[in-house]
């Protein structure tokens, strides 16, 4: 059995990407330890998320106070619901969460059966709980419950890849190169992006920008792409690497190849329809450009402004993180232009035109979900006033690692939600 341990500074949604498991069906709740009871036993997002207040309110200085867990025997154990929550109630109480209130939550959408506890790390005085030598600790408890239980025994690194980590890059950390490609080589394959532009407006989010260069050499002309690190202000930080220092998919080559299928793919994709909805809502409910960006990425949709030396927005893309899709303004509509957005923000024009009825109706139905309501205090860091709102990709507070095996949207959730431990010099 593999646990992985993930922890991060938003509960709210690490409690909603189960809870959208439970909804459709392709998961359940087990078990609430030490949490309020619904009469029925059913719970929303928020009823889960209220049993943790207190210790979130007496929290002290733990930044990531979330704790999210994934327990995974091998898919060969066949493991009883008791089972799973015995197991769940052992390795917390031997990794000292045992009086901490948490939920247990079961996967069953892949052939991989499986578990998730999400739990808080501070106790009731809010003093975070030691996690010294914790992956030494949980390797053994691993090993104590697959005998216990009769599970298969983990064998070999191959089956515990922790190591590879996907996070916004820090070019004051070092090894900028290493930081970079943990992002680019693996981006295409969670979104969809047709233009240089609208992967350098995802790039963002991780402090990457790509930039194309032509020239000849020896007569033939070359082309290719440079990768560069950007700092908190957006400038380039360092020198810049040649594309194929990572590989050939991270090429211009590659990458024009990938924009043409993802054009084709999103040429009638109701994620285009739902964007557009999400938008226009935002646009009309707002009249500041901070409101609307704020608006934006309680949806999940991260804003990216380009704007001229006189601070002129000439430019803007959506990342949708739902669809994992992203989206330049010119492909969304004549109503989405920059003249349009410059003037409802600075000479507060309405728009002239209103939301279609269906897609009003969508956008209530994604209100509804609760995925990202800033009503809970955990959700207040999704409130980003920068340009690129990198924030957002931090703010989903858990845990990205590459397994092999790894259930897709598991990837995509943690590749949300996992920001690499400062290390300690």
């Known amino acids: 059995m593999i646990a992985k341990i993930g922890r991060g500074s938003n509960l709210y949604g690490a409690l909603a990407y189960n809870h959208v498991k439970v909804e459709q069906e392709n998961g359940k709740i087990l078990l609430t330890k030490r949490m309020i009871e619904t009469p029925d036993g059913k719970y929303t997002v928020s009823q889960l998320a209220e049993s943790f207040d207190p210790y979130l309110t007496a929290n002290r200085n733990t930044e990531k106070h979330t704790l999210h867990i994934s327990l995974n025997p091998d898919p060969k154990d066949e493991v009883t619901d008791e089972d799973f929550v015995q197991m769940a109630e052992d390795y917390m109480r031997e990794m000292g969460y045992g009086e901490q209130p948490y939920v247990i939550f079961k996967h069953m959408d892949t052939s991989r059966t499986h578990i998730h506890i999400v739990s808080v790390c501070v106790d009731e005085e809010g003093k975070k709980i030691s996690d010294r030598f914790e992956r030494k600790r949980s390797m053994n408890i691993c090993r104590e419950l697959e005998q216990k239980y009769g599970l298969l025994p983990a064998i ?217 309501s800033l009503e809970k205090l955990q959700m207040r860091q999704l409130q980003i006033p920068d340009q690129s709102e990198e924030g957002l990709i931090d703010s989903f507070g858990g845990l990205f690692s590459f397994t092999s095996g790894e259930d897709q949207q598991e990837l995509d959730f943690a590749h949300r939600m996992k920001k690499r431990k400062k290390r300690k010099r």
């Open 156 to 372: 070999g690194n191959k089956d515990q890849q922790w190591e590879m980590i996907f996070h916004p890059v820090d070019y004051q950390a070092g090894d900028v190169k290493s930081q970079i490609a943990s992002v680019i080589r693996y981006l295409p394959q969670y979104y969809r992006f047709r233009t240089l532009g609208e992967y350098n407006s995802l790039l963002s989010l991780f402090n990457i920008s790509a930039e194309k260069v032509e020239g000849e050499l020896y007569g033939k002309l070359q082309r290719g792409l440079l990768y560069f690190s950007l700092n908190t202000d957006g400038e380039r930080a360092g020198h810049s690497f040649k594309a194929s220092l990572f590989g050939k998919s991270s090429g211009l080559s590659a990458l024009e190849s990938y924009f043409m299928q993802c054009r084709e793919a999103l040429k009638n994709s109701e994620s285009k329809v739902n964007i557009k909805a999400a938008i226009a809502g935002a646009m009309q409910s707002t009249h500041k450009e901070k409101d609307f960006k704020n608006k934006l990425t309680k949806q999940g949709i991260n804003t990216v402004i380009r704007r001229n030396d006189t601070g002129l927005m000439y430019g803007i893309t959506f990342i949708d993180h739902h669809s994992k899709t992203v989206w330049n303004r010119s492909s969304l509509g004549k109503e989405f232009s920059s003249n349009s957005f410059n003037e409802r923000w600075t000479k507060n024009i309405r728009l002239e035109k209103e939301i279609p009825v269906d897609q009003k109706r969508r956008v209530a139905e994604a209100n509804d979900v609760e995925l990202f």
